[in-house]
């Protein structure tokens, strides 16, 4: 089993990104993205669980996640984005529908993609 993930750049404030990523091996009920800036922690950013789908507040109106079940992969729109939406962003999976308490964190999802370079900056 193998998430790709892709779609990363280097943007300004502002600009729009859209990062995909792609399964192969099996399918999932739970798609995660979470991102990662120099020396913090891996931070929750939306999941989409069958039709329910749930952002940080942080990313809420800017972000748009959605799920493509013909390509067997998950869509995450960025628009409005700001240079502290820099980081990298992993694409993560579950097999099962995930509990709403364990959705923000990593330790909830069980297939994990690369991660893939966004920088916003002027």
């Known amino acids: 089993v193998q998430l790709q993930a892709s779609g990363g750049g280097l943007v300004q404030p502002g600009d729009s990104l859209r990062l995909s990523c792609a399964a192969s091996g099996r399918t999932f009920i739970t798609w995660g993205w979470f991102r990662q800036a120099p020396e913090k922690d891996r931070e929750f950013v939306a999941v989409?669980?069958?039709?329910?789908?749930y952002y940080a507040d942080s990313m809420k109106g800017r972000f748009t996640i959605s799920r493509d079940k013909a390509k067997n992969q998950v869509v995450l729109q960025m628009n409005s984005l700001k240079p502290e939406d820099t980081g990298t962003y992993f694409c993560a999976a579950a097999p099962n529908y995930l509990i709403t308490s364990s959705v923000p964190y990593p330790s909830g999802y069980d297939y994990w993609g690369q991660g893939t370079q966004v920088t916003v900056s002027s």
């Open positions: 989409v669980r069958a039709h329910n789908i």
